[in-house]
């Protein structure tokens, strides 16, 4: 199996899927020669033409439901939205109009759309442009919401995204594109609503999303050096949740950390414990504990902006808490 | 589709105006004998507008609606029994009662939805074009809206990729004087086509109550539309009778009734187009009502049968939220 | 101060100059414990902070005399040491029990320290333990579930002085505590004396027409009907089979013989049922055990059934309606069916 970068995964599962379907095309700022800022999607147009690797204005609500509509007339868009930050421009017609046209036409209407954004701070991109949204969308009923968390999961979850017929979100971390992982060459996809055990563990259970994923292996690592051993889950999506896998490793450690590079308050993190909560109650021997990023603006300043974001130490202290039965109250 | 001189053609179209009046009227008079779930929004006096624009397309071409959109429902080719019970929630209804008036929607004939959000189709309609443009279809979309989405960003940023990539798509703004309870010169600057036109989109003015004008322009369009040289804008005169939606009952705080009552007796659609076709000889005032009569008594005939319908069974609540999973909130079982 | 014959009292220790008493924050060692000179046994909370007492002598805890949370004087005992490991140990609170001698040999000699009375001025009420409002006990959700499906008692913990809250590893201290019970109780064994027994055809029969063909089952089936009706409440007896060779477990819920499953194999035994009738054992008395025991041994043609309990886990008049119940239905199976 050869090492390839996120982004090239990525890359990877679009032409193939352009190859394979040639209702799929790929719609948003700067995406044909410039293969978008990141570099992500170049060659695309070249081998798949100007009518199929659209650029278009700077009008993110526009081209969102020019895609919604697209979607329901027999054509798959993939949505290019530069930065995760855009979302709220787009928020109605993704989640008024695509989210809703299935349930709302009694299941007469398709919106087989995928809007491809990013989410990840610690880039020095301030406020409105290291933000991670996926809590909005994954609160909306009708949209699919991918987290990959490597290569490997990039190049799987967008393939099968293309191939879903509603509409799906997916959010790289822009940290991660040149971080490189194994990917097979064959045909993989990996199916929505499956978690990935990344590590087996005895002691507690923590559970992580997109980059938190080797944020949580690293502080297993940190652990397991003194005795305690975690078992690290990466979810992959978050909706469809793979309840039962977080449930049965809840139940077998009893301690649990939730880690998400989302706002802590209101969200990703909250909605995982709460049902560890009310689904695993009897065998918790400790908290379930959130770890997000803080609640405050994504500061400039690297001095700052690096102490909002979890890390594995700050995983490790929080981990080493719950072993030693501490009684932790709200901060 | 041919130049109209067809006799066929012009009863049609003023059968489907008449249908769409009585649809109105019966719908209106559930709403006062709260009869029906929630609001609805009158067509009644835009009758020639949606008539006499979708006369001029195929079944496979396709429309958007906005929130008074029973009557681009009607001209589109619905019909009475799937629609009224929409309009109460039961499950024979076109969205199986999920949707209702304001999301009611004809797949099979080209409706892809009233919008509940002003403007909020202006993107799937141009969206609608670019997948006929890249699938090499030669469907034409038209995207109805009210003058007050003319205030909406969507409208530019989908006037402006549309005029770049030559969708074919025409966008039909209903200008029926007023947005909501505001007159149009109140809440939109300017000319409404000169905004088209600063696009370079090539933009019309019509009587709106003139249903074969309408029609006529619509069909020029259209042929123009197919052959790539879209996207057009047509700017349609017209009058809703009712206020902003049922409810809106006491509205001569802003809108007199003087004038309402010039519209209705001097400017109504299907009473010109009734003097026009006994006029021409192609009907007579008796076959006229004959037709009348016929279309009430379906109408009262669907109206008893939506009334009587069963609702969705409760089990239908979570259903299609996927298009995969038959229902959404018994994925995760306790 | 040490004795000669090997005990220790522990007293609380003046910490500080203006300081009278001390309130006991946590006993770092529960009765029967062994404890080094230099171990941590209790921590005492004075005006200033909190701070750590050793034990100031090797051997193992005989007796706590104040709980966590209470105050005890400058100078009073409240903690006993011996050399040995105690047969019995003594936990108190201070504020209902009065000072007892050491659990070891009299005290002799003027070097011994006089225990100080209770009838000394009385320290300012004792505080509650740690507990939350209300009384409640802090513990996980599992620790909770764990000690109720054991059998442990989590107000124990508070007893020993335990800091809160309590986590799954607290409870191995529990499990491995002798049973701090009142005193021991009496047992109790009665037996019943039957001339003749129709269980055996009825098993016969049963297998035969009802196709109910493991006797076993049966009997347990119909132990459990016994103790659901002398003990009422039950709507489901586990019953622990034993007999030569064998050992099985029934779930039998109230209702019909053939409702009786076998057991899952993590359920706690309410009842067990020994079934000598196949061997020369003619008669026991084996003492009271974890649950009520009813043995079958033959005597003739006929049976005798053994019932033995503590007293704790029957009262008299239950016990007697337990036997007479089962002998009943052993005597006359059929009758049960009625």
């Not at chain 1, 998400?260 to 990703?268: F, M, P, S, T």
Request: net charge negative; hydrophobic share 40%.
């Amino acid at each position: 199996m050869r090492n390839i970068t996120l982004s090239q995964a990525v890359n990877e599962a679009l032409a193939e899927e352009m190859r394979r379907d040639e209702t799929v095309f790929i719609i948003g700022e700067d995406v044909a020669e410039a293969g978008t800022p990141f570099k992500v999607l170049s060659g695309l147009v070249e081998e798949f033409g100007t009518a199929r690797v659209v650029d278009t204005p700077i009008a993110e609500p526009g081209f969102m439901g020019l895609a919604v509509g697209a979607a329901m007339t027999g054509t798959r868009p993939v949505v290019d939205l530069m930065f995760g930050d855009f979302l709220f421009l787009v928020m109605d017609q993704l989640c008024n109009q695509a989210a809703k046209t299935h349930y709302m036409s009694g299941g007469k209407l398709n919106v087989p759309l995928v809007l491809r954004t990013n989410l990840g701070a610690t880039r020095r991109s301030a406020a409105q442009h290291s933000q991670s949204l996926h809590a909005l969308v994954a609160h909306i009923p009708g949209l699919k919401v991918a987290m990959p968390s490597s290569a490997y999961e990039a190049k799987g979850l967008m393939k099968t995204a293309i191939r879903d017929d509603n509409p799906v979100v997916i959010f790289e971390d822009k940290l991660m594109y040149n971080d490189k992982a194994p990917v097979p060459e064959e045909e993989c996809l990996i199916p929505f609503g499956e978690a990935n055990i990344k590590r087996d563990g005895r002691d507690i259970t923590l559970i992580g999303t997109s980059s938190m994923v080797q944020v949580c292996e690293q502080a297993a690592e940190i652990l397991v050096r003194e005795g305690i051993e975690a078992e690290v889950i990466d979810p992959r999506t978050l909706v469809p949740l793979d309840e039962a896998t977080l449930l049965a490793s809840a139940k077998k450690t009893s301690r649990v950390i939730v880690v998400d590079e989302g706002h802590q308050g209101y969200g990703i993190t909250g909605e995982i414990a709460s049902r560890i909560n009310e689904k695993a109650f009897y065998h918790l021997d400790a908290p379930v504990l959130r770890m997000g990023a803080m609640d405050v603006p994504v500061p400039f300043s690297p001095a700052l902006e690096d102490i909002t974001v979890p890390t594995p130490e700050g995983v490790a202290v929080q981990a080493r808490r719950l072993m030693s039965g501490e009684m932790i109250h709200a901060a | 589709m041919a130049k109209k001189s067809n006799t066929e053609d012009y009863l049609r179209m003023y059968r489907q105006m008449v249908r769409i009046r009585t649809f109105e009227d019966n719908a209106n008079q559930l709403y006062l004998a709260a009869k029906m779930p929630g609001l609805t929004h009158m067509y009644s006096g835009e009758e020639a507008v949606a008539v006499g624009i979708c006369e001029a397309l195929k079944v496979t071409d396709k429309i958007t609606s906005t929130h008074r959109g029973h009557g681009h429902c009607v001209a589109k080719g619905a019909e009475f029994k799937q629609m009224f019970c929409e309009l109460l929630g039961k499950e024979e209804g076109y969205c199986r009662g999920k949707g209702g008036s304001m999301h009611i929607a004809d797949q099979s004939n080209g409706n892809l939805g009233a919008n509940a959000i002003v403007g909020g189709s202006m993107g799937i309609a141009t969206g609608s074009a670019f997948t006929a443009k890249l699938l090499g279809r030669d469907d034409v979309t038209v995207c109805f809206f009210g003058d007050g989405a003319t205030a909406q960003g969507l409208m530019y940023e989908v006037m402006n990729m549309a005029a770049l990539w030559k969708l074919p798509v025409i966008y039909a703004c209903e200008n029926n004087g007023y947005s909501e309870y505001t007159r149009t010169e109140e809440i939109a600057a300017g000319s409404i086509t000169a905004r088209a036109e600063a696009f370079g989109i090539e933009a019309h003015q019509v009587d709106g109550q003139d249903v074969l004008a309408v029609n006529a322009l619509t069909e020029k369009l259209v042929e123009r539309a197919r052959k790539g040289e879209g996207p057009f804008f047509i700017e349609l005169m017209t009058y809703r009778y009712h206020g902003h939606h049922v409810g809106d009952i006491n509205r001569e705080y802003y809108r007199s009734k003087d004038e309402e009552k010039d519209w209705k007796d001097n400017r109504d659609p299907i009473i010109r187009f009734r003097s026009w076709l006994v006029e021409q000889g192609i009907a007579s005032e008796d076959e006229i009502e004959a037709m009348n009569d016929e279309i009430k008594a379906d109408a009262k005939a669907a109206v008893d049968y939506a009334l009587d319908a069963k609702y969705p069974d409760v089990s239908e609540v979570d259903m299609h939220v996927y298009t995969d999973v038959t229902h959404a909130l018994a994925r995760n079982p306790a | 101060m040490p004795h000669d014959n090997g005990s220790h009292e522990v007293i609380m220790p003046a910490l500080g100059m203006a300081q009278d008493s001390g309130l006991i924050v946590a006993w770092h060692k529960a009765p029967g414990d062994a404890v080094a000179a230099e171990d941590v046994l209790f921590e005492v909370e004075t005006d200033k902070s909190t701070m750590e007492v050793e034990a100031g002598a090797d051997g193992y805890i005989a007796a706590l005399l104040a709980e966590a949370g209470e105050e005890a004087p400058v100078g009073e005992t409240i903690a006993v040491i011996t050399a040995d490991k105690p047969v019995t140990t003594v936990q108190k609170s201070r504020a209902t029990g009065q000072n007892p001698k050491p659990q070891a040999p009299e005290a002799q000699g003027p070097e011994a320290m006089t225990p100080a009375k209770a009838e000394e001025p009385p320290a300012a009420a004792p505080r509650p333990t740690p507990v939350a409002p209300g009384g409640r006990i802090l513990a996980s959700p599992k620790a909770r579930r764990l000690a109720l499906e054991q059998g442990l008692d989590l107000t124990d913990l508070v007893a020993a002085g335990r800091p809160q809250p309590y986590h799954v590893a607290d409870l191995s201290v529990l499990a491995l505590r002798p049973a701090a019970a009142p005193a021991p109780s009496a047992p109790r064994r009665l037996t019943a004396a039957l001339p003749d027994e129709g269980f055996t055809d009825f098993a016969a029969w049963a297998a035969e027409t009802a196709g109910l063909a493991d006797a076993a089952a049966l009997l347990a089936g119909l132990a459990a009907a016994s103790l659901s009706k002398a003990n009422l409440g039950r709507d489901r007896v586990i019953v622990a089979f034993e007999s030569p060779g064998l050992a099985r477990a029934f779930d039998a819920p109230a209702g019909p013989l053939s409702a009786v499953t076998e057991a899952a194999s993590d359920a706690c035994p309410d009842l067990h049922l020994r079934d000598l009738r196949m061997s020369r054992v003619a008669s026991i008395d084996l003492g009271a055990e974890d649950t009520p025991v009813l043995t079958l041994t033959r005597s003739g043609t006929g049976l005798t059934i053994t019932l033995e309990c503590a007293s704790h886990h029957l009262s008299a008049t239950d016990a007697v309606a337990l036997l007479t119940e089962f002998a009943g239905r052993m005597e006359q199976p059929l009758r049960h069916l009625l």
